[in-house]
């Protein structure tokens, strides 16, 4: 009488490759063979995958016997990251302090572990301020300096299915670079859950997400003129003061000042401006103008009169 020899299986998937529907088949000699040996293949799935394990028995002549184990089924899960950057600044003038922000979106039906994200600086060109770092939420960071380069590295502990973590930094362009000097910046996630991402996954992949700026700065020109030659005592006079910005960026939050001659008296009713938010003040004879911003190639024009002593 043939003796049912008893068999133990391990095995192990590896979810790396595109597949479908995967069935693994194990077969055990039950005859009179020497050994019972059986061998398993490595298949290859990734998300979206199904692995299916069928035990079936072999007689030691090939006829397969229907006797049903079950079938015992695992669906493959994978994350898939993406990066995108923005810039919340603008209009950017050396001294000034800029914000990105960038988000880390999982679209994938798994969750994204332990992922890291860096975010190279120049520091020739910008100065860092500062970066998200809220451990409650599982986001921390570090900084790395070097003599070219600056790098801001944050760790992420987990990004859920359908889910998307924001993280945010803050830099100031440096004095002494030029206006009209174009600042790329771009982040990439360099790895998830300690394997490298090969090629890392950059913002320079969204045709939005890895902004650039141009430095600009004002230039702002004055002007002032009379409507008459000559006068007499008594008579009125009219001043027009034209301010004007030729350069690339908006001109914020500075005066122009007047000191008007002592031979004549200010109307002070007659103060008029073409922009509303421009204010003045008068002490004595010295009249100032406070201006908020003029943008580029924008113009304010200024009346006011006066009477000859």
């Excluded at 702002?220 to 004007?244: F, H």
């Amino acid at each position: 009488m043939k003796l049912m020899k008893t068999f133990v299986t391990s095995f192990m998937v590896l979810a790396l490759a595109c597949a479908s529907n995967l069935t693994n088949t194990f077969a055990a000699d039950v005859g009179g063979g020497s050994n019972g040996d059986y061998g398993i293949m490595p298949v290859a799935a990734t998300g979206g995958a199904t692995i299916q394990n069928t035990a079936k028995i072999v007689s030691e002549n090939g006829e397969v016997t229907d006797i049903s184990s079950g079938t015992a089924e695992t669906l493959i899960t994978k994350s898939v990251l993406s990066i995108k950057k923005e810039l919340l600044s603008e209009d950017i003038r050396v001294g000034d302090e800029i914000e990105y922000k960038i988000t880390i979106s999982n679209t994938g039906d798994a969750e994204a572990r332990n992922v890291k994200v860096e975010d190279e600086l120049n520091p020739a060109q910008v100065e860092f301020i500062s970066a998200t770092n809220t451990p409650e939420k599982g986001i921390s960071y570090e900084k790395n300096t070097q003599a070219y380069e600056e790098t801001i590295k944050w760790t992420i502990t987990n990004i859920n299915p359908d889910e998307s973590t924001e993280l945010r930094l803050k830099v100031k362009v440096k004095k002494g670079v030029e206006t009209g000097t174009v600042i790329k910046n771009s982040a990439e996630i360099t790895e998830e859950n300690g394997k490298p991402e090969q090629p890392p996954i950059s913002s320079d992949s969204d045709p939005d997400g890895s902004p650039e700026f141009t430095v600009v700065a004002p230039d702002l020109s004055v002007t002032k003129t009379v409507d008459k030659e000559s006068a007499r005592a008594g008579d009125t006079l009219k001043y027009t003061i034209v301010i004007k910005n030729d350069g690339t960026g908006t001109a914020r939050n500075f005066s122009v000042e007047d000191a008007v001659s002592n031979l004549v008296d200010i109307q002070t009713g007659s103060f008029t401006t073409t922009d509303d938010t421009v204010t003045h003040s008068e002490v004595g004879n010295k009249i100032t103008w406070s201006v908020p911003k003029l943008a580029p190639s924008g113009t304010i024009t200024i009346t006011f009169n006066v009477t000859i002593k």
